[in-house]
């Protein structure tokens, strides 16, 4: 134990859990800051808005594996319960911080006084109240723990004071950190041998079988192992959008993305399928598109570290309860001991393989197309080749997303990571990327609408240093319009210019090429406007005649 105010505990604490970065926006915890910055382990980055600030924390958790930290005074806590609420539905180990309600001002008309509490409970994990100085550090522990364990996700914590006043007490306390939950995960439980045994059987056996993988095989850092038990099995893989980069585009047993956000090729290879096999996937609405693909009563596998995830959408043959990786290397270790092999499925896998044949020779001549304005396959086609070998593209929802799902191809070693659902993200998650990975290429795609939501936090990234390239398809539509919906007199790369940023601006396709590598070079913050065809709208996702989702 040691002597010291609460906001000493908090710098402290920081450093210990490896926080390089706090998001935030003022005013809370003042001295803490000041603490902070004596320290010097952790960089402060003021951003202009909770969400934004949420969508940066959000966006680095799952670039560092560690979670993110993000805060703000009490007349803010719903807004960045607001940016939470997508590292909520991504599973991202987000911790909010936010000031609170104090007992003399309460239920009196206060200024900027309201009952925030019960507003985190629907996108939370857990949501602590922090009365006391003295509950700080075991909340503060037990927020990281929540965070971390089993299925990832946000945990908030709200202290008493507007500006987290409780904190201001000095008291005795407890420094430790528990070094097993810096990072996630922080457990590997494995599934059942019965289990393992018996999920080899039905993926040996079957005729047409195909693995689904989603995002808990990102967290559990198991692509290798996805691949190998593929690769010795023979059964081709789709990845949900959360796991787009687990398999590279040039793998042979590789189908695309299935869902809603699709390629058409991965749901025709799903919808034939005699047996799927859900990897750290929650067999949501968009992965299945609307429960259609598979449809309901297909033999399913289910992996899964969360007991309650296993069969709530398909009733499984076979559920394994485990961390990914850790079941996984013991699926390959059964496999390798047992004598039997699995069935030749050499025209299932010609099947499959002739959907993706099919499917590029569709998309080729959009993606090579130089029509100006510019097609989105071609942004896609150009994204995909360009990007160095290890960079990370960060991808906004909706056309970003189905864009760079269907028409971009990824490559070994490189990383996607995808809004959960909330527009707007894509600009302030591909800054809290690059602050987890500052010498790594990390490149941001939105459309106009998507990057209008947070262009002010060009300032931040410029104030901060934070230099990613953000690349904007601008058609000035906001993707659900063919006229213009917002005023072509905007140029996005003359407010980079302004913002302390470095702006781009591209009219033709062979020109592309050249403003990413002078962005990637340039030694600051940078925005690459690409003027998009407005007209041009992206397929959604292909389901058997007859079907229909909800």
Same mark, same amino acid.
């Given at each position: 134990m040691s002597k010291m105010t609460g906001h000493r505990y908090f710098a402290e604490a920081m450093k210990g859990y490896g926080v390089s970065h706090l998001f935030y926006v003022n005013t809370i915890i003042p001295p803490a800051m000041v603490e902070i910055g004596k320290l010097g382990a952790t960089k402060l980055v003021i951003a202009h808005g909770e969400k934004a600030a949420a969508y940066m924390a959000d966006g680095y958790a799952r670039a560092s594996n560690r979670p993110g930290v993000c805060l703000c005074q009490d007349i803010g806590s719903t807004n960045l319960a607001a940016g939470v609420r997508d590292a909520y539905m991504a599973g991202s180990p987000v911790i909010a911080i936010s000031g609170g309600q104090n007992d003399m001002p309460r239920y009196r008309h206060a200024y900027q006084n309201a009952e925030d509490h019960t507003a985190w409970a629907g996108v939370t994990k857990a949501n602590y109240s922090v009365d006391a100085?003295?509950?700080?550090?075991?909340?503060?522990?037990?927020? #990281?723990?929540?965070? &971390?364990?089993?299925?990832?996700?946000?945990?908030?914590?709200?202290?008493?004071?507007?500006?987290?006043?409780?904190?201001?007490?000095?008291?005795?306390?407890d420094t430790r950190v528990e070094d097993r939950f810096t990072r996630f995960p922080p457990f590997r439980p494995c599934a059942e041998d019965a289990d393992i045994k018996a999920a080899l059987k039905e993926l040996k056996e079957?005729?047409?079988?195909?693995?689904?993988?989603?995002?808990?095989?990102?967290?559990?850092?198991?692509?290798?192992?996805?691949?190998?038990?593929?690769?010795?099995?023979?059964?081709?893989?789709? &990845?949900?959008l959360h796991a787009r980069a687990l398999v590279p585009d040039d793998h042979a047993l590789g189908v695309g993305v299935p869902g809603s956000y699709s390629r058409w090729c991965a749901n025709k290879a799903v919808a034939a399928a005699d047996l799927v096999f859900f990897i750290g996937s929650h067999t949501g609405g968009q992965v299945t598109n609307g429960w259609q693909i598979p449809k309901i009563g297909t033999r399913t596998i289910q992996l899964d570290i969360n007991p309650n995830e296993l069969g709530r959408n398909y009733p499984n043959a076979v559920s394994l309860c485990g961390d990914v990786k850790a079941?996984? &290397?013991?699926?390959?270790?059964?496999?390798?001991?047992?004598?039997?092999?699995?069935?030749?499925?050499? @025209?299932?896998?010609?099947?499959?393989?002739? *959907?993706?044949?099919? *499917?590029? $020779?569709?998309?080729?001549?959009?993606?090579?197309?130089?029509?100006?304005?510019?097609?989105?396959?071609?942004?896609?086609?150009?994204?995909?080749?360009?990007?160095?070998?290890?960079?990370?593209?960060?991808?906004?929802?909706?056309?970003? $997303?189905?864009?760079?799902?269907?028409?971009?191809?990824?490559?070994?070693?490189?990383r996607y990571i995808r809004c959960g659902g909330s527009l707007?993200?894509?600009?302030?998650?591909?800054?809290?990327?690059?602050?987890?990975?500052?010498? &790594?290429?990390?490149?941001?795609?939105?459309?106009?609408?998507? #990057? *209008?939501?947070?262009?002010? @936090?060009?300032?931040?990234?410029?104030? $901060?240093?934070?230099?990613?390239v953000m690349v904007v398809n601008?058609?000035?539509?906001?993707?659900?319009?063919?006229?213009?919906? #917002?005023?072509?007199?905007?140029?996005?790369?003359?407010?980079?210019?302004?913002?302390?940023?470095?702006?781009?601006?591209? @009219?033709?396709?062979?020109?592309?090429r050249g403003a990413l590598d002078n962005a990637l070079a340039c030694g600051k913050p940078a925005i690459v406007e690409i003027i998009g065809n407005a007209s041009i709208r992206a397929k959604r996702g292909w389901a058997p005649a007859g079907i229909s989702g909800e």
């Open positions: 100085a003295s509950r700080f550090p075991d909340l503060l522990r037990q927020a #990281f723990r929540d965070a &971390t364990s089993g299925a990832p996700g946000p945990v908030h914590l709200e202290l008493r004071g507007n500006a987290g006043q409780v904190l201001d007490k000095e008291g005795d306390y079957a005729a047409k079988p195909i693995i689904v993988v989603g995002g808990g095989a990102v967290k559990s850092l198991a692509g290798a192992e996805v691949v190998a038990l593929a690769d010795k099995l023979q059964v081709p893989i789709a &990845t949900s079941t996984l &290397t013991a699926m390959l270790a059964e496999f390798a001991r047992s004598a039997s092999a699995p069935t030749p499925r050499a @025209e299932w896998l010609e099947q499959v393989r002739s *959907y993706v044949a099919d *499917y590029w $020779a569709e998309s080729d001549p959009l993606r090579n197309s130089n029509d100006v304005p510019i097609r989105p396959e071609r942004m896609a086609k150009e994204l995909g080749e360009w990007m160095p070998s290890n960079a990370v593209l960060v991808v906004d929802t909706f056309h970003a $997303a189905l864009w760079t799902a269907q028409m971009a191809k990824m490559k070994s070693g490189q707007g993200w894509g600009f302030p998650g591909t800054l809290g990327v690059k602050a987890a990975l500052p010498d &790594t290429p990390v490149i941001g795609f939105a459309g106009d609408a998507g #990057f *209008y939501y947070h262009m002010a @936090e060009m300032e931040t990234a410029a104030r $901060a240093g934070i230099n990613a601008n058609n000035y539509s906001g993707g659900v319009a063919e006229a213009a919906m #917002f005023q072509k007199e905007v140029n996005f790369a003359k407010v980079a210019d302004a913002m302390g940023c470095a702006g781009f601006r591209v @009219e033709k396709p062979a020109d592309i």
